[in-house]
């Protein structure tokens, strides 16, 4: 794999992308690739606070959601991500500012808006980034199979979120259609992570 590598895996819930990316990591580690895989929000103390907005216990503004990601993703950073590629392992990332991006945005502030946020922070630009494809209501079909629903998991949010995705997704993005079988998936993932 040469110099470690960022690589994220993004796109809307019910995506299968928590699935692949954990598939992945597997396989690599099999293969003695070093690499590890994280999550955002991670499980620091503000991880924790959004996770438990994100399955409606608490209630958080537009500008308290941004906020506490911002600062999460300062820990996920200083406390995950950069220690790591500095040992030499690569870093698989279950979502990053990407999906920031396209959650929550609204009509108040753009996509591309919390994108530039993020960016002028000089956070890391991923080597790679994985984005699932799939029709919101596959999705939404999906994600109803879990025991919990989350605070965005409705197909008029989704199709919000996905169209969010369009406009900050990079151009050199690995576009995967999300309904795949997850064995070419995940083929397809590990081809362009170890080239």
């Known amino acids: 794999?040469?110099?470690?590598?960022?690589?994220?895996?993004?796109?809307?819930?019910?995506?299968?992308?928590?699935?692949?990316s954990t598939m992945v990591l597997h396989l690599l580690v099999e293969r003695n690739f070093p690499i590890v895989k994280f999550n955002e929000p991670t499980n620091f103390e503000t991880g924790i606070k959004i996770r438990k907005f994100l399955r409606k216990e608490i209630s958080l503004t537009r500008e308290e959601q941004?906020?506490?990601?911002?600062?999460?993703?300062?820990?996920?950073l200083e406390k995950n991500v950069y220690p790591n590629?500095?040992?030499g392992n690569s870093v698989i990332l279950?979502?990053?500012?990407?999906s920031m991006a396209a959650y929550q945005s609204d009509e108040a502030i753009s996509p591309?808006?919390?994108?530039?946020?993020?960016?002028?922070?000089?956070?890391?630009?991923?080597d790679l980034v994985i984005y699932l494809e799939i029709n919101p209501e596959i999705s939404l079909a999906r994600t109803r199979r879990r025991n919990v629903a989350?605070?965005?998991?409705?197909?008029?949010?989704?199709?919000k979120v996905s169209q969010a995705y369009e406009?900050?997704?990079?151009?050199?993005?690995?576009?995967?259609?999300?309904?795949?079988?997850?064995?070419?998936?995940?083929e397809l993932c590990i081809t362009h992570i170890i080239r």
């Open 150 to 159: 989350e605070h965005f998991e409705n197909l008029e949010t989704l199709k």
């Open 85 to 87: 590629l500095k040992a």
């Open 112 to 126: 591309e808006k919390i994108l530039e946020m993020n960016l002028s922070r000089n956070y890391p630009i991923p």
């Open 1 to 20: 794999m040469g110099k470690p590598k960022l690589i994220v895996f993004e796109g809307i819930d019910g995506s299968g992308k928590s699935t692949l």
């Open 167 to 186: 406009k900050i997704i990079p151009r050199n993005a690995l576009r995967l259609d999300a309904t795949m079988p997850q064995i070419k998936l995940k």
């Open 94 to 98: 279950d979502r990053y500012f990407y």
């Open 66 to 76: 941004i906020e506490l990601f911002l600062v999460d993703r300062n820990d996920s």
